[in-house]
């Protein structure tokens, strides 16, 4: 028999063991009874001990070799519980020569384990998810090796088919905890995009499935390392070469450090050993993956995790070459009534997704304003992120409830759910329907005061719903969603194509665009901005714009010449004062003069900017005097106004914008807006929400730009309403003096019969 070695030196012959009787006869039990046995055998322990994790977050011993055999299916831990429940949450190997000293310890004393002193436990890892924990237990106070901890990891990984198949768990004996089946789960969250759906859970696996784990012949399996590794830099090679990257700059800075990893000899030297010792190739990425993680988790700063992102990264592009160019879940696979759970998602990875498979979105992060979330709203599927460890909590197909409006998320539902479920999509479907029958009747009060209601958008795929709802036009187009999405910095030529295909598909109505609102939380893959304490009020937007007027003056000049021929109007992000605005405007009429050398210039060109900085709101005279038109970005202003960060969940319901100094900030900012004759607009999430579009309404704003579903909405509202009452109440509600006067806003709306 060959001994271990060095590093991960698992003798081949024990791998091709453990992989013939998995693959053998016998049920799982009896399967993972023989390997557990073996792996005692060759670890020279007294001990192997095998625990799968169930729904519910419980940890079961499904097999062992040297406890009390009458403990197995009986000892069960919570994830967190114990040495074997803190490897399974902590997602890493422990090993410790005095295991019982260890404060976690929790003593079984049906195991009979306080014989045992010594203890090394790895986590089950398949598909990024803690599916078990394997564990070795010696007599003695041992001290396990850096080897042996490689050697078991290798192993769980080659076990993790057989413990993720859902066969051992269902032989838990009666009366035991966590026999039980899983039970029904509300988890709250915060929500991203409202609306409801029903379907069952799939989990979102960036990388691979991994089918075949131990080699035939190592030799070969190096083989396909190396042309998958050449494919890989090929590719590499391919995305910086392209013309619009090979400029030098910050984005080529962040790529050259991205190629530098992938020839990182380090990284893939360790997959190497892997292999030798009897891993496939994808087996072998994935296990340096799963040591990546590991180290991920432990590392708190952030710079260093988003490089070991890259990494993260790198080896789903490694696996995705070695399975010939798989990637998502392959559309058949997908349920039709599939509900997305992941960790986090890109916006790409959303659309790699079947929308009409898609019911809705859970994330255990993500917040309102990331770019999922706009994406996810557009495509209008229900996201709820901020759900605490669901990731762990759901089983793949488990049934789901997912409650967009109401921020919670119902896991394995009991039928009376489902049907009350069931009957609240019904109501809407048919809310929905009343709405379309009022796309053709101007939003107008009943007492003939015209409101121009627009949608916000930043995706192609946002146009369509301007038909929809039959809005007036695009009263803000969010540009830094394709740069998002893409991989490198788009040039002229691509921005151009881009905004010509907005206008085009905008027809006759007019688009506001804004320029790139970048920093803060929208950080572009290829441009480091490098880390800030406090990015929100950090170099952001029209920051970024002036600091770096190249970037600022690509994207004017691609605007100018799309919108040759028609009506151009650009506003600015983050504007705090009028300087800025002017050193912005002054850029923008220098590329309309380059356009007009050229002989194709807009027909007309508005220039506004955003009010979303508190101190802007004190410069009005002198900014109507240069800005041909304003927009409120009231979830800035709003966050700016109460020093409230808008993606933090704990103060999501703290401070309410239906409040006196809300209303009468907002009411000063019409009077100017009238004084000076210039339109004013609001584009924040509260023109979204009826009673708030409401309260606006009666400020005196005329102009409204909303997530697009909302138009039915508030076009049903105001249709009902009558502005004369409504701006008496509200000027009162200015000078009160309460938390909120939502309250009082909604008993106007019930006395006056305004749909809310
Ligand atoms: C706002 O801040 O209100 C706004 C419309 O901009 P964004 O949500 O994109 O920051
Ligand atoms: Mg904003």
New binding site residues.
Partial sequence: MEKMGAWGGVPRQLLRRLRDIMAGAGSAQERLDRVVKIIAAEMVAEVCSAYVRRAGDVLELCATEGLRPEAVHRTTLRVGEGLVGDIAEEARPLALADAQAHPNFAYRPETGEEIFHSLMGVPILREGRVSGVLVVQNRTMRQYTEEEIETLETIAMVLAELVASGELISRALPGAPGAEPALPLRLPGVRICGGIAIGRAVLHQPTVVIRRVVAEDPEVELGRLRAAVAELHDALDRMMAAADLSASGEHRDVLEAYRMFAEDRGWLGRIREAIRSGLTAEAAVQKVQNDTRVRMNQIEDEYLRERLQDLEDLNNRLLTHLAGGIGAMPAAELPDDAVLVAHNLGPAELLDYDRRKLRAVVLEEGSP?AHVSIVARALDIPVVGRVKDVFSRVDPLDPMIVDGDGSVVLLRPTEEAKQAFAQAIRARAEREAAYAKLRDLPAATKDGVAISLNI?AGLLLDLGHLDDGNADGVG?Y?TEIPFMIRAAFPDVRAQEDLYRQVLRGAGDRPVTF?TL?VG?DKLLPYFASGHEDNPAMGWRAIRIALDRPFMLRQQLRALVRAAQGRELRVMF?MVAEVAEFEAARRIMELEVQHAARRGGRPLAVKIGA?L?VPALAYQLPALFRVADFVS??????MQFLFAADRGSPRLADRYDVLSPPVLSLLGSLVKQAEAAGKPLAL???MASRPIEAMALIGLGFRILSMAPSSVGPVKAMVRKLDTRPLADLVRDLCRRSEHSVRETLRTFARDHEVPI
């Fill in positions: 304003t916000n803000l969010r804004r609102d803060g992000p955003m979303e409120v970005g009231s979830n800035d202003l584009c924040g999430e």
